[in-house]
């Protein structure tokens, strides 16, 4: 089994009507503004809010199944329908968004991405090399014939260095699905082949934001294949299930911590720019700690993280998620933007946009190498090294987050509690 952790978003259906321009892979409408040079002072406020963001929409999930959800390519995508939305609607995008917690929400999200953009690339360590490849990517789909406002064509253009992408929803449903599919599959290397399933595009669709997630990274430290085998698993209602379990035991280059309440591991990916952080709450403890988590419980994780030796067993898992996000935006204060009391007249002014449904898809699976990863050489470890003092088995249901550890930005945000 190749390793995986990649997550495909379809985000806001929109109804209204007009008019602009489609070629099977969609025809491209641009602003004329240049993209605009990253502010650095605006990353730390767009990463509170977007990780705020995470962890509201996180606690929504349904805590008896394995979740994953990619909050920042969520938040992107929500952020550049927020671009057009105007007074009541916009003030319910700025609240769910945490849009305070940034000078410029827009102007943020275009310093993250190309922050982000740095972290892709060839990395290397003393004895393994390979390549890290995150693509979190939005996009907004608009019906043939509108006229968008050249403001709002600007912001996409400036801010989130994307064009309105232009399909014939009115008259060929099917042709613009397709389209929007392959510019999904494109992004994901192919992971992500159906964004958009048959029936969420219709002849009604006017506006249409989409958001992919994908990452392939080979981790810092792989586990040993050879010392793969069958482990236990404790389910949430304390049935025992056998799962495929991987081992790995390190001197270094794996973090771990332990309290009273939580075992949690991060896995850094090669270049350690980028990590999985992991956290086991206490049998029988994980929809209290789950209800209970924001970025106070992360960070306190986080600061307690120590580079030990270990021997480390941590189950594969390999699942896809799947819903309609509408009714937890809603929950989270996103009701306006569904009405026909919606304000989008920053978008347009032809006809009355609102939007319509939020239908989501997700991937995720880790296996020895990596998430996503080839087979990467690796030269055996220095003799005599120090043997692993602390034994750590993440043998229960449990939260994990891929983040990328300078900005503590959190990229992927789900949980597993059947890996089988």
């Known amino acids: 089994m190749r390793a995986a952790l990649a997550v495909a ?6 109804v209204a009507t007009a008019c602009v321009g489609t070629t099977p892979t969609g025809q491209l409408v641009r602003g ?23 962890v509201d929409l996180y606690r929504s999930a349904d805590q008896r199944s394995n979740v994953v959800h990619a909050p920042y390519s969520i938040l992107s995508a929500l952020a550049m329908s927020r671009a057009g939305s105007v007074g009541a609607t ?18 943020g999200i275009n310093a993250v991405d190309q922050l982000l953009e740095s972290r ?5 360590s003393s004895n393994r090399k390979g390549r890290v490849t995150p ?39 099917d042709a613009a699905r ?46 040993d294949r050879a010392a793969t085998r069958a482990g236990r698993f404790v389910q949430l209602d304390g049935d025992t299930i056998e799962a495929q379990t991987m081992q790995v035991s390190s001197p270094t280059g794996i973090r771990t911590a332990s309290s009273l309440d939580w075992d949690a591991v991060e896995l850094p990916y090669l270049g350690d ?15 209290t700690f789950r209800q209970g988590l924001d970025m106070a419980t992360i960070r306190r994780v986080s600061d307690r993280l120590e580079d030990d030796p270990v021997d480390l067993r941590l189950p594969m ?54 998430t996503d990863a080839e087979r990467t050489a690796t030269a055996p470890p220095p003799s005599g090294e120090t043997p692993p003092k602390i034994k750590l088995a993440i043998d229960r249901p449990f939260v994990f987050a891929v983040r990328d550890r300078e900005t503590g930005l959190i990229l992927m945000l789900g949980q597993v509690v059947d890996p089988s």
Request: proline content about 5%; charged content about 25%; overall charge negative.
């Open 9 to 14: 978003v379809v985000v806001l259906v929109g």
């Open 32 to 54: 004329d503004a240049p993209r605009r040079p990253p502010d650095d002072a605006l990353v730390p406020g767009t990463v509170r809010a977007s990780n705020d963001f995470a």
């Open 90 to 107: 916009r003030d319910q995008f700025d609240a769910v968004l945490h849009a305070d917690e940034t000078e410029n929400l827009d102007e």
């Open 120 to 124: 892709s690339g060839e990395r290397s």
């Open 135 to 173: 693509s979190f990517d939005a996009s907004v789909w608009g019906q043939r014939g509108t006229r968008f406002t050249r403001t709002y064509l600007d912001t996409l253009s400036s801010d989130h260095d994307s064009p309105m992408r232009v399909v014939d929803f009115r008259s060929d449903d």
């Open 178 to 223: 397709e389209a929007i599919n392959q510019w999904g599959s494109d992004a994901t290397q192919e992971r992500i082949t159906e964004v958009v399933p048959r029936g969420d595009v219709t002849a009604f669709t006017r506006f249409l934001p989409v958001a992919v997630a994908y990452l392939r990274a080979p981790w810092l430290v792989p586990f």
């Open 273 to 287: 720019q980028l990590s999985l952080l992991i956290v086991a709450p206490r049998s029988g403890t994980f929809e």
């Open 317 to 370: 898992f390999q699942f896809t998620t799947s819903g309609d996000l509408t009714n937890e935006l809603k929950a989270l204060g996103l009701g306006r933007a569904f009405t026909r009391d919606a304000d989008f007249s920053g978008i347009t002014t032809d006809e009355v946009l609102s939007l319509s449904g939020v239908a989501y898809q997700g991937y995720a699976a880790i296996n020895e190498e990596g």
